[in-house]
């Protein structure tokens, strides 16, 4: 069945520091692919959409572009800030169907 | 922001009770969904409805039923609580083959 496998965390990294968080996914037909931020206390809010293969979606300077033929969506971010601490979860939607990953929590330290 | 809005937010309750969470949307969306999440087993899909008293189950659904009997409204029960049901609950809804977008979350604590 479809499924979502994203990098285990936590992820700590140094203010500005360049981030990349691996996501690859096994899916029939044509998903489309998230990624999400939850921040602690809060619910989950969609940071970027691809709906087809080499679509970049992009928001708040986060990244991430749909690589079908390595079924990959990772997520990457020029120079992260202590803001950018969170929990990030990727996802995909396949006929009205979502799976996530497990979420990778990023620290970012001053 | 997609609106949609959780209620309680935090409650406290015995074992053995039986507890409602509701979810409350203003969007239309055909689709709604409850999650639990807890540490460790990142989100986890109880039940979802894909319309008015179309419900499905997901892949926690068991001690948990739902109802749905207008499309802004969705209801989780737990019959009879237990202390593995505590947990974080969160509402999503989505139009299909578009982004879900989640509720603020019902913090669930059972003693």
């Known amino acids: 069945g479809d499924s979502v496998t994203q990098m285990e965390g936590p992820v700590t990294l140094s203010e500005e520091a360049f981030l990349t968080i691996n996501c690859t996914y096994t899916?029939?037909?044509?998903?489309?692919l998230f990624w999400y931020v939850q921040y602690p206390g809060e619910g989950l809010q969609l940071l970027l959409k691809a709906t087809k293969a080499d679509d970049k979606g992009s928001n708040k300077g986060f990244e991430a572009t749909y690589r079908k033929e390595t079924t990959s969506f990772h997520l990457e971010k020029g120079s992260v800030q202590v803001s950018d601490s969170a929990v990030y979860f990727c996802a995909l939607v396949n006929f009205n169907k979502f799976y996530f990953g497990s979420g990778t929590k990023l620290n970012v330290k001053p | 922001d997609a609106g949609i809005t959780q209620s309680p937010r935090h409650k406290v309750t015995e074992t053995g009770t039986p507890v409602t969470l509701r979810c409350h949307q203003t969007?239309?969306?055909?689709?709604m969904y409850w999650y639990r999440q807890d540490p460790g087993h990142g989100l986890r899909l109880i039940h979802y409805?894909?319309?008015?008293?179309?419900?499905d189950k997901g892949e926690v659904s068991d001690g948990y039923s739902v109802s749905r009997s207008k499309t802004e409204d969705f209801l989780l029960t737990l019959e009879s609580a237990t202390s593995s049901q505590t947990s974080v609950y969160f509402c999503?809804?989505?139009?299909?083959?578009?982004?879900?977008?989640f509720g603020d979350g019902t913090r669930l604590s059972i003693l």
């Open positions: 999503a809804i989505s139009a299909g083959d578009q982004p879900q977008h």
């Open positions: 969007e239309n969306h055909r689709y």
């Open positions: 409805s894909y319309g008015v008293k179309d419900t």
């Open positions: 899916a029939t037909g044509y998903p489309s």
